[in-house]
T-cell receptor, first 115, second 116 residues
């Protein structure tokens, strides 16, 4: 069974600095997808970035990039130039390749950005 | 384009009452997912549908929970009778499933349920 581990319950960063949120995963399937979602205090789940297991390059979306290390089974989210609005919970998730895009989520990391 | 729509946004009810949560997926999406989020258990998948057919309901807690998808644009999650431990945020999400690995689930705003 797939499993996602986020070991950082909370992270603290100053505005304009970069921050890395850790995510490790466990699967025996060669084909899988990894997603990051942001959940601000208002509660909605916002899709940020996706990485496929066969993608040759690390995914990037604006200030978000994914440090994908397949051999280590890690998919860390890097947020560059942090903004106050980045303060939120961040969830890493894995797509079950056999289950019509069923997602398994990690426990999340709470990021606080200070001025 | 409208995103996933859920109603109600907030629901407060008494133990034993029936609760019905509603979801309208993004037009054109053929997969629909119901999740529950609690502090203790995090985000859990309850059930998901593909082309209106339930594919996996193994996450449904017990017989008090039921979900339907009568057509491509509407789904309900019903709890009868409700219990205080059902208090949680319930999310509906949808995606377009065509076999490509990068298809994303888009979440609705959630329904915050409180059972007294």
């Amino acid at each position: 069974a797939q499993k996602i581990t986020q070991t950082q319950p909370g992270m603290f960063v100053q505005e304009k600095e970069a921050v890395t949120l850790d995510c490790t995963y466990d699967t025996s399937d060669p084909s899988y997808g990894l997603f990051w979602y942001k959940q601000p205090s208002s509660g909605e789940m916002i899709f940020l970035i996706y990485q496929g297991s066969y993608d040759q390059q690390n995914a990037t979306e604006g200030r978000y990039s994914l440090n994908f290390q397949k051999a280590r089974k890690s998919a860390n989210l890097v947020i560059s130039a942090s903004q106050l609005g980045d303060s939120a919970m961040y969830f890493c998730a894995m797509r079950d390749p056999w289950g019509f895009q069923k997602l398994v989520f990690g426990t999340g990391t709470r990021l606080l950005v200070s001025p | 384009d409208a995103g996933v729509i859920q109603s109600p946004r907030h629901e407060v009810t008494e133990m034993g009452q029936e609760v019905t949560l509603r979801c309208k997926p993004i037009s054109g999406h053929n997969s629909l997912f119901w999740y529950r989020q609690t502090m203790m258990r995090g985000l859990e998948l309850l059930i998901y549908f593909n082309n209106n057919v339930p594919i996996d309901d193994s996450g449904m807690p017990e017989d008090r929970f039921s979900a339907k998808m009568p057509n491509a644009s509407f789904s309900t999650l019903k709890i009868q009778p409700s219990e205080p431990r059902d208090s949680a945020v319930y999310f509906c999400a949808s995606s377009h499933s065509s076999g490509r690995p990068g298809e994303t689930q888009y979440f609705g705003p959630g329904t915050r349920l409180l059972v007294l």
